[in-house]
């Protein structure tokens, strides 16, 4: 008897010791030489359809939406746990419109049915989109990769020692520095020249000044994703399913128990069918929604967390009320200003940035391309003919009408690049709410652009930056007429041609810039909020008044982190992986 207390002493300290290993060495993030990184090791990526309708597996953890955060995510959880990623789009790899930088107006503006990319129309009359593709928002961006500044780290709350490891994991796989443009160098030098110094050079880190960021794109131009980091994970531990559309969460309610637990998904595959995913009987196991900031908020609407007379309106029953969630969304508002050039520009995506105290942000895009093996594709509303029309009012003799218009327009407005600036941290907020409860349709979302003061004034402040950088001998060589710069009226009246969206234009739309500011906003895709800390997630992000749900992505977030999100998101990703791996394993050996 005693020799066998001893044993299962022994046994259970060995377990002890192997976990605590383990948990130091997810502490350290470094060790042993690792083999060089290769998408060799990607897990097979199948179709929906191919979970098994009798055989009934369970998982420790079902990450619903595999984008920008939910990759890296769910490979580092796969490290040590079974984990299923349940993704609504199609691969990335093999479509030429998201693997090329040369597609990239494309591949966004292509609206057909199984694009990469599902557009939606906020009821602010904007064109924006949302990724629906293995890889998230890292397939149909420009590619620009920038951390957030450390006061945002400090801000969220996060372990600063595991952020500055937790970016370079995501750095070491997809990252490069680009080749610099002539496009991104005038903009570069104007910048400086026009005071948003100092120069800070090729650098990752949000600093005040002009620098020069990463970008996801290499030196052919090919856009290495999000979903490649799927490859640092345990293909053993990992399933990945394509065209899986979680209609909503599962939830043990049963009577006695203090909260709904979250216990599994229902998904349908590509041919509509249902299934469900169920989580093992661990109180650690989790469901992890990483589906984007309209994604997220609106499947727990789906799944009856909301507000519930919101709810009861689409006879959705309540598994919790929640005020909070889907509202204090956010997005960056762009508005961008067309500079015609004496001959046609190099594509270029955004590769330099000026990063002003005012809290504007500079860029600049350049150039038009298209591959010859290109995906042909349907541009619906996104298309040129139909985009200053409302949808309801839109025709056949309405597009024909205007491309025969087109051809009087100036030759310049085919013939140049774009300088924008975007306003960081707008303090004008909206709210999103169900328009139906298809999960495969856009809720309805309302941003509210400039219904703060303060953000047109800073919209004012960043245009006559631009002007600022119009007047430098920078780009002064560029000008059709190698004159001394452009006149701001005579780009501001193109441009206002150039920003397409569905707001009606004002006759003073180009007289006031706070009225062209309104009339000619755009989005660069930095929409967040829907699921804030401290209202619907708590600091670990697990879901408030429920258990065994989380909520890991761009719609915790109250302001978007540095010049782009991307970098953050991935890093978001490994980052909470890590935490939670650190925390199970820690729990497991007592310390």
């Known amino acids: 008897m005693a020799s066998s207390s001893k044993g299962a002493a022994?046994?259970?300290?060995?377990?002890?010791?192997?976990?605590?290993?383990?948990?130091?060495?997810?502490?350290?993030?470094?060790?042993?030489?690792?083999?060089?990184?290769?998408?060799?090791?990607?897990?097979?990526?199948?179709?929906?359809?191919?979970?098994?309708?009798?055989?009934?597996?369970?998982?420790?953890?079902?990450?619903?939406?595999?984008?920008?955060?939910?990759?890296?995510?769910?490979?580092?959880?796969?490290?040590?746990?079974?984990?299923?990623?349940?993704?609504?789009?199609?691969?990335?790899?093999?479509?030429?419109?998201?693997?090329?930088?040369?597609?990239?107006?494309?591949?966004?503006?292509?609206?057909?049915?199984?694009?990469?990319?599902?557009?939606?129309?906020?009821?602010?009359?904007?064109?924006?989109?949302?990724?629906?593709?293995?890889?998230g928002g890292t397939c149909i961006n420009a590619g620009f990769y920038s951390r957030a500044s450390s006061s945002f780290v400090q801000d969220v709350g996060w372990e600063e020692d595991l952020v500055n490891e937790s970016y370079p994991w995501v750095e070491d796989k997809v990252v490069q520095w680009p080749k610099i443009a002539p496009w991104q160098a005038a903009l570069r030098d104007g910048l400086v020249e026009a005071g948003v110094s100092p120069f800070n050079g090729y650098t990752y880190d949000h600093v005040s000044g002009t620098k020069v960021g990463g970008t996801i794109f290499d030196a052919n131009g090919h856009r290495h994703t999000a979903a490649d980091l799927l490859a640092a994970g345990d293909r053993n531990n990992l399933r990945v399913l394509l065209h899986a559309s979680v209609h909503k969460i599962v939830f043990d309610s049963q009577q006695g128990r203090l909260r709904p637990r979250a216990i599994g998904v229902q998904f349908a595959d590509e041919d509509g069918r249902l299934h469900q995913a169920l989580l093992n009987n661990n109180r650690d196991s989790e469901i992890i929604i990483s589906s984007g900031a309209i994604g997220s908020p609106q499947l727990l609407l789906l799944s009856g967390i909301g507000p519930k007379n919101d709810l009861k309106n689409h006879n959705i029953p309540v598994v919790l009320h929640n005020k909070y969630v889907g509202k204090g969304m956010a997005d960056n508002p762009m508005n961008s200003i067309f500079i015609p050039t004496k001959s046609p520009p190099r594509q270029s995506l955004i590769?330099?940035?000026?990063?002003?105290?005012?809290?504007?942000?500079?860029?600049?895009?350049?150039?038009?391309?298209?591959?010859?093996?290109?995906?042909?594709?349907?541009?619906?509303?996104?298309?040129?003919?139909?985009?200053?029309?409302?949808?309801?009012?839109?025709?056949?003799?309405?597009?024909?009408?205007?491309?025969?218009?087109?051809?009087?327009?100036?030759?310049e407005v085919f013939q140049g690049g774009f300088i924008l600036e975007k306003i960081d941290g707008p303090l004008s907020t909206?709210?999103?709410?169900?328009?139906?409860?298809?999960?495969?349709?856009?809720?309805?979302?309302?941003?509210?652009?400039?219904?703060?003061?303060?953000?047109?004034?800073?919209?004012?402040?960043?245009?006559?930056?631009?002007?600022?950088?119009?007047?430098?001998?920078?780009?002064?060589?560029?000008?059709?007429?190698?004159?001394?710069?452009?006149?701001?009226?005579?780009?501001?009246?193109?441009?206002?041609?150039?920003?397409?969206?569905?707001?009606?234009?004002?006759?003073?739309?180009?007289?006031?810039?706070?009225?062209?500011?309104?009339?000619?906003?755009?989005?660069?895709?930095?929409?967040?909020?829907?699921?804030?800390?401290?209202?619907?997630?708590?600091?670990?992000?697990?879901?408030?008044?429920?258990?065994?749900?989380?909520?890991?992505?761009?719609?915790?977030?109250?302001?978007?982190?540095?010049?782009?999100?991307?970098?953050?998101?991935?890093?978001?990703?490994?980052?909470?992986?890590?935490?939670?791996?650190?925390?199970?394993?820690?729990?497991?050996?007592?310390?």
Request: glycine share 10%; hydrophobic share 35%; with cysteine.
């Open 10 to 135: 022994a046994s259970s300290l060995c377990i002890k010791l192997v976990a605590c290993l383990c948990f130091l060495g997810l502490s350290q993030g470094r060790g042993t030489a690792k083999p060089p990184f290769t998408l060799r090791n990607l897990p097979p990526l199948e179709k929906a359809s191919s979970f098994p309708a009798m055989r009934h597996d369970s998982y420790d953890y079902i990450v619903v939406g595999g984008g920008t955060a939910g990759c890296p995510l769910a490979a580092t959880l796969s490290l040590k746990y079974k984990v299923l990623v349940l993704e609504r789009g199609g691969s990335p790899y093999g479509n030429r419109n998201v693997s090329y930088m040369e597609n990239f107006h494309i591949g966004l503006s292509n609206t057909a049915p199984d694009s990469s990319s599902q557009a939606f129309v906020s009821t602010d009359g904007v064109i924006n989109a949302r990724a629906r593709v293995l890889g």
């Open 351 to 411: 590769e330099t940035v000026g990063i002003t105290e005012a809290g504007v942000f500079i860029e600049a895009s350049s150039g038009f391309g298209q591959s010859e093996d290109s995906i042909h594709c349907h541009h619906g509303i996104m298309s040129a003919e139909l985009s200053t029309v409302p949808p309801k009012q839109r025709s056949l003799e309405l597009a024909r009408e205007y491309a025969h218009n087109k051809l009087s327009l100036p030759k």
């Open 430 to 591: 909206g709210h999103l709410v169900l328009a139906d409860t298809d999960v495969k349709n856009n809720p309805a979302v309302t941003f509210n652009y400039f219904s703060h003061p303060q953000d047109l004034s800073r919209c004012v402040y960043g245009i006559k930056t631009i002007e600022k950088i119009l007047k430098t001998n920078s780009f002064a060589h560029l000008t059709p007429d190698d004159d001394a710069g452009y006149e701001i009226e005579r780009v501001l009246n193109m441009s206002v041609r150039a920003n397409v969206n569905l707001i009606p234009k004002h006759t003073n739309t180009t007289e006031s810039l706070e009225q062209f500011c309104k009339d000619t906003v755009i989005t660069i895709w930095h929409y967040h909020g829907g699921c804030h800390v401290g209202k619907v997630v708590d600091q670990q992000h697990r879901v408030l008044g429920v258990s065994g749900l989380r909520v890991v992505d761009g719609s915790t977030f109250s302001r978007s982190p540095g010049t782009n999100p991307q970098a953050t998101v991935m890093m978001m990703g490994r980052y909470f992986g890590v935490k939670i791996l650190r925390q199970r394993l820690g729990r497991a050996a007592g310390v």
